[in-house]
């Protein structure tokens, strides 16, 4: 079974600053999607970012982007410029690529505060 | 187009009292699934169905049951309610398929006390 390891439970940064979250994950497939959650008190779950793992090029979405790392098994998330509005716990989560394991395991998740 | 409706939003219950969590989702989502999330544990999953029909059971299954007798329709039922069912929990669904349909999408979650 795939396993997800988000190993801080805590990440601060001031307003204005950058971010990196970690997620590392253990698997033996070669193709899957991995994902950044976002939990914002509303508890909604919203998809922040999502990256396949065939692709070598890194997933960019604004001020969010990933640094994934294939053979360390590595998707940390970075936050560029951090708003308040960026405080939420994230979740990092894996999917696999093949039929019947398409249901994604998460991490524990980082609960991200941001100072002003 | 609403997604993904799960009700209630909250619910208290007392030991040992059953319950269902209504799921339903109108997008025809093959894959249908049910966490927990528990403070400091992320989303453990309990159970999931790949179709109608066909379920199976996740990480932490004990205590919970679960049928798909439509596409749309997912519920969750709590047989004999423990304090240790106290959680939030959330109903999710996704197709099959290609890079722009892996994405889960999620209900907007339960909040449950057992008493």
């Known amino acids: 079974a795939q396993t997800v390891t988000q190993s801080q439970p805590e990440m601060s940064v001031q307003e204005a600053e950058t971010v990196t979250l970690s997620c590392t994950y253990d698997t033996s497939e070669s193709d899957y999607y991995l994902f950044w959650y976002k939990q914002p008190p509303s508890r909604q779950m919203i998809l922040v970012i999502r990256?396949?793992?065939?692709?070598?090029q890194n997933a960019t979405e604004n001020r969010f982007s990933v640094n994934f790392q294939k053979a360390a098994k590595s998707f940390s998330l970075k936050i560029s410029d951090s708003q308040l509005g960026d405080a939420a716990m994230y979740f990092c989560?894996?999917?696999?690529?093949?039929?019947?394991?398409?249901?994604?395991?998460f991490g524990r998740g980082t609960s991200l505060i941001v100072h002003p | 187009n609403a997604g993904v409706t799960q009700t209630p939003k909250f619910q208290v219950l007392k030991t040992g009292q059953s319950m269902t969590l209504q799921c339903a989702q109108d997008m025809n989502h093959e894959y249908m699934s049910w966490y927990r999330q528990d403070p400091g544990m992320g989303l453990r999953l309990i159970h999931y169905?790949?179709?109608?029909?066909?379920?199976d059971q996740g990480e932490v299954p004990n205590g919970y049951n679960v049928s798909r007798s439509t596409t749309e329709d997912f519920p969750l039922r709590l047989l004999s309610a423990a304090p240790s069912q106290t959680s939030v929990y959330f109903c999710?669904?996704?197709?099959?398929?290609?890079?722009?349909?892996?994405?889960?999408?999620f209900g907007q979650g339960t909040r449950l006390t057992v008493v």
């Open positions: 989560a894996y999917r696999s690529a093949y039929g019947g394991s398409y249901i994604p395991t």
């Open positions: 999710a669904s996704s197709l099959t398929g290609g890079m722009d349909s892996t994405e889960a999408f």
């Open positions: 169905s790949v179709g109608a029909g066909i379920t």
């Open positions: 990256q396949e793992a065939y692709k070598q």
